[in-house]
Every structure is written in structure tokens, then in C-alpha cells.
């Protein structure tokens, strides 16, 4: 046989060696997307209400526009989730809701958390049997995920329930039970948590301090409502935003390449119910993809403005509303529109004096630059809200200073090198005297008695008079908005003193009361 026949025939045996390992690896991704499907159930969408928020239109021919996406967690002790949660709650109450709006460019995202006690207006919803309810107010929220009684839930129902409330559309729903939640925690290796102290009730028991948490522990964490702060769900969510920032870390510490993204499918999918637009793992994936380019810094957490009414949550106006508002228009919580072109924009509205606008975008310098706040009066919680101001116009390096009670006004100090980014500051604080201080490190802003909030205490539970239209003897929250009106950046009270950012230590503002 000649040297160049054997050549031949060596080249078509690799030649059908590679054909056989190419459709080998394509089978098997093939085998692995058909079991993902499979592991997926979806909720009929003939329970979505046919009257419903219009959808955004693209600011130009081909631009993208914002997504908003409902998250769901279901307490539901059916499927095995008894093993994880103990005791028999029958059908499952959506106990946790986040409404995540991810923004036209792609690039910022914020989680809206719904207080379950919430007293809405639940909207007309379809039964198992094919018939519709009739609309009800003053329901509590997490009930409309049991309307009809059916074992996996209402979704349906709860997405009708937030159109409602809001006025945005949702794109999807997803719901997930404590099966789901212990096996993404598990997925990703753990995720870093806080326990801001022991807890051994109600069959759950945590350790203090910061960890890594998985599988049960991490199920504990997310449905644990005593041994922290006042008991409550307010302070549950709080702890809830924190878990799902370190899990937006870890995933994103990880990438967004199939081969992390296709094992927390398979973990997700197996205890996951969506809507038919997310029905298949191709198309979780993509969606998946569709936000790697968020960064944590540009994810935002808020709770709804809310206060107490008895042993129920009213939310608090007319900041909730202006809240929804807010992300109808696809604006930031500090009034910026991000316009689908990858940065934030300036509000409508700036001074024409060429004072710096709050609207006016920050460099990345002005970001990164370190500012310091300082509680001048000694009410609790005045430089946390004095940080989250800062925090919501896209400052990121904030450290808070000791106390310095006695201070007559407020003040920001700086170094002349920094006048162009304590300009942007200044803004944000009405009436506060700016003080060239060279030398200094850092800008300095030292609250006085002259702060908007100064003069209430942040973090106490009996704050002002009821909202109107709330029933007589409504105990008000601290969280729903102990100073009514604004913040000195535009930014509603009830919003700002109920804002996380993603990228907060992990150990804060994790109970309430």
C-alpha cells in the first residue's frame, strides 16, 4: 500500500472519528436541553387577565425595551417540600414576591419586594373549573396565589394581582418552592449570608454571623420569620434582598458560560413553575444571557412604602405610587431615565442657573470617589439615610463616620481637587454649606438639624399619622416613611428609607424592628 493511500485513509478515519465525537457531544446536549424541558412545568395562560397594562413600546425601530419579571415563592409543603419545610400549610401562599424591572438598557435592574400583608385589590381570576371570581379589596396579597385552591397555586392570579396594583406589565412569572431554592443554592456551591444572631424556633436553627449557606440552611434562612428583630415579614424580606444580592454575586463571580448556567437550570428547573414564554431551558438560558451585562453595583432592592394597619401592611401614599411610576417610565428610583443607550441619562428639568442637576450623570470618577456621612444630631439612622440619598444618585464608595452631635447646619467638606464631585453632592442637600478643606481624603458630609429627617427617629416603629384611607388605629412603620414627603434628592422618602442596594455589606439592615 502506497504512503500516500495509508495518508488517505488515516484522514478519513479522523475525519469520521471527529463526525462520531461531534454528533456524540450534540446528542447529549440535545439529551440534556430534552430533560430540562421535561423538568419544567409552565401555568396556563388562559388565568391571565385579557385586560391588561399596555406593553413598551421601543424608544426607535429595533431598540430594546424594559423586561419585567415575577418571582414568586411558594411555601406549598406538597412535592416532597415537607422534607424541607416541616408541617402541612396545604396549599402554598406566594409568601415572598419581588416584581424585578431590568431596565431598557439592559445594564440596571431593581427588585421590588411586596409585602405579603399587603392589602390590595385582588382583580377578577380564573378557577380550576374554568370560571372567573369577582373582583375583592382589602385582600391580603399572598392570598391571591391560593384563589381556586389548587395545589400548585395561582400564579396567574398574583400576576393579575400586580398588573393591578402597578400598572406594568409582567413579561414572566416564576415560581419557586423551597425544593427549587435549595437546589440553586446548592447549584452555585452556596451563597454568602448574614444571621444577624441565633435563631433556634419553629424548627429552624442558624448560627450568627456570616457564612455559606446551602441546600436546608439556605431554605431556613429565606422562610425564617422568628427570632429576628420584631418577627415580622418586613424584616424576612430585608434578609431575602440580602441572600439574592450574593447570589447575583456568586453567579456573576462564576459567568454566564453554559456550563454554570446549564446546572442551575437543571437544579431550577426541577422545582420551577413559568409562564410559556420561559417554558423551555433554551429559552431560561437565553434570558439568563439577556442580563450578564448588569452589574451588582446597578441592581437596586426596595420594599414597597408601606406601613403598619394592625396586624396588616397598608402601602404607603403617594409614594407607592410613585414608585410604580417610576418604573412605567422605565426611570430610575431617583427619577434618571437609562433610555436603552448602556448609561443613565439626565431627568427632564435641569437648573438652568448650570448648578449641577440631580439628573446629571456622574463620572465614573465622581462615582468612585470616597464620601464620608456623618451624623451631626444624634438621631439613630440619620447618616444611614443620609447614605442611602447618596447611594440612589449612583455614589458607590460611602462609609459612614462616627457621630458628632452639636452641629448647627448641615455641611460637605473637601479638598479643592474634588470641587467638581462635592458640587454634585451639595446639590443633594439642600441649604448645606459647602467647606473647602484641603488636605482631606474624602468628601464630608456632615448632617445637621437643618436634614429633612433630623428630627425623626429612622429606626423606631411608632412614626407618623396614618396615611389617608387607612383605617382608624393603624400602627404606621418606621420603614413607611417616618419623614413624609421627599428626600433632599427628589427621591420619596418612603423609597429611599426602603432601598438596598446589591452590593451593600451583607451583614446590614438584615431585621426590622
Given at each position: 500500500m502506497s ?11 479522523a475525519?469520521?472519528l471527529?463526525a ?8 447529549a446536549g440535545?439529551w440534556f ?8 412545568t409552565?401555568?396556563?395562560a ?10 413598551p413600546v ?18 406549598t ?10 408541617g ?9 414576591a ?12 431593581v427588585?421590588v ?7 390590595v385589590?385582588i382583580p377578577?381570576?380564573r378557577?380550576?373549573?374554568g370560571?372567573w ?24 392570579c ?9 400598572g ?5 412569572t416564576?415560581?419557586?418552592?423551597f ?12 451563597v ?6 441565633d435563631?433556634?424556633?419553629?424548627g ?6 456570616l457564612?455559606?449557606l446551602?441546600?436546608q440552611?439556605?431554605?431556613?434562612y ?12 418586613i424584616g424576612?424580606?430585608?434578609r ?6 450574593s ?7 462564576q ?5 454554570t448556567?446549564?446546572p ?8 420551577l ?14 434570558f439568563a444571557?439577556?442580563?450578564?451585562d448588569?452589574k ?12 403598619y394597619?394592625?396586624?396588616r ?6 409614594d407607592a405610587?410613585?414608585?410604580?411610576k417610576?418604573l412605567?417610565?422605565d426611570?430610575?428610583l431617583d427619577g ?21 442637576a440631580?439628573?446629571?450623570p ?11 456621612v456623618v451624623?451631626g ?5 440619620l447618616?444611614?439615610s ?6 440612589a444618585?449612583?455614589?458607590r ?22 470641587k467638581a ?9 439642600p441649604?448645606a ?8 481624603e474624602?468628601?464630608?458630609v456632615?448632617?445637621?438639624p ?10 423606631s ?7 389617608p ?12 416613611g ?10 420619596p ?6 432601598t ?7 451583614c ?5 424592628g
Amino acid at each position: 500500500m502506497s504512503s500516500s493511500t495509508r495518508r488517505r485513509r488515516y484522514l478519513r478515519t479522523a475525519i469520521g472519528l471527529a463526525a462520531v465525537l461531534v454528533l456524540s457531544v450534540v446528542g447529549a446536549g440535545a439529551w440534556f436541553y430534552h430533560r430540562l424541558d421535561n423538568n419544567i412545568t409552565t401555568f396556563d395562560a388562559g388565568g391571565v387577565a385579557t385586560e391588561r397594562p399596555p406593553a413598551p413600546v421601543p424608544a426607535t425601530p429595533g431598540a430594546s425595551v424594559p423586561v419585567n419579571v415575577l418571582l414568586l415563592g411558594s411555601d406549598t409543603r406538597d412535592g416532597g417540600n415537607d422534607a424541607l419545610g416541616g408541617g402541612d400549610e396545604g396549599v402554598g401562599h406566594s409568601d415572598t414576591a419581588i416584581l424585578v424591572h431590568i431596565y431598557a438598557d439592559h445594564k440596571h435592574a431593581v427588585g421590588v419586594s411586596i409585602p405579603r400583608d399587603a392589602l390590595v385589590t385582588i382583580p377578577s381570576c380564573r378557577l380550576p373549573n374554568g370560571n372567573w371570581t369577582t373582583a375583592k379589596t382589602d385582600q391580603m396579597f399572598n392570598s391571591a396565589f391560593t384563589v381556586g385552591l389548587a395545589a400548585q397555586g395561582n400564579p396567574a392570579c398574583t400576576q393579575n394581582t400586580v398588573e393591578k396594583l402597578t400598572g406594568l406589565r409582567i413579561d414572566h412569572t416564576m415560581v419557586v418552592d423551597f425544593k427549587g431554592a435549595a437546589a440553586m443554592s446548592d447549584a452555585v456551591g452556596g451563597v454568602e449570608a448574614c444571621v444577624p444572631n441565633d435563631v433556634d424556633e419553629y424548627g429552624i436553627h442558624l448560627k450568627k454571623g456570616l457564612q455559606k449557606l446551602s441546600g436546608q440552611s439556605a431554605v431556613d434562612y429565606l422562610r425564617a420569620r422568628h427570632g429576628f428583630g420584631d418577627n415580622s415579614d418586613i424584616g424576612r424580606m430585608m434578609r431575602q434582598q440580602a441572600f439574592l444580592s450574593s447570589m447575583i454575586r456568586k453567579v456573576q463571580s462564576q459567568g454566564f458560560s453554559l456550563p454554570t448556567l446549564l446546572p442551575l437550570a437543571d437544579a431550577a428547573t426541577k422545582s420551577l413553575t413559568v409562564d410559556e414564554g420561559l417554558g423551555t431551558a433554551m429559552k431560561l438560558v437565553d434570558f439568563a444571557r439577556s442580563v450578564q451585562d448588569i452589574k451588582l453595583s446597578d441592581v437596586s432592592f426596595v420594599t414597597a412604602p408601606w406601613r403598619y394597619a394592625g396586624d396588616r401592611v397598608r402601602l404607603v401614599q403617594p409614594d407607592a405610587d410613585t414608585l410604580w411610576k417610576l418604573l412605567r417610565e422605565d426611570r430610575t428610583l431617583d427619577g434618571q431615565s437609562t433610555a436603552g443607550t448602556g448609561q443613565v441619562t439626565s431627568s427632564p428639568g435641569a437648573d438652568p442657573s448650570g448648578a449641577p442637576a440631580p439628573g446629571t450623570p456622574l463620572t465614573p470618577e465622581q462615582t468612585a470617589a470616597p464620601i464620608t456621612v456623618v451624623n451631626g444630631v444624634g438621631t439613630p439612622g440619620l447618616a444611614g439615610s443620609g447614605a442611602e440619598t447618596l447611594k440612589a444618585r449612583g455614589f458607590r464608595n460611602i462609609t459612614l463616620g462616627p457621630n458628632s452631635p452639636g452641629q448647627q447646619a448641615t455641611r460637605v467638606s473637601y479638598d479643592p481637587a474634588l470641587k467638581a464631585t462635592a458640587d454634585q453632592v451639595v446639590a443633594l442637600f439642600p441649604g448645606a454649606k459647602a467647606v473647602e478643606e484641603p488636605g482631606s481624603e474624602a468628601i464630608t458630609v456632615t448632617l445637621g438639624p437643618d436634614y429633612p429627617t433630623a428630627g425623626t427617629r429612622i429606626d423606631s416603629v411608632t412614626a407618623p399619622s396614618p396615611a389617608p384611607g387607612a383605617p382608624a388605629g393603624a400602627t404606621p412603620g418606621a420603614a413607611a416613611g417616618a419623614n413624609p414627603g421627599a428626600t433632599p434628592g427628589g427621591i420619596p422618602t418612603g423609597i429611599a428609607e426602603n432601598t438596598r442596594n446589591a452590593d451593600t455589606d451583607p451583614c446590614a439592615k438584615l431585621s426590622f424592628g
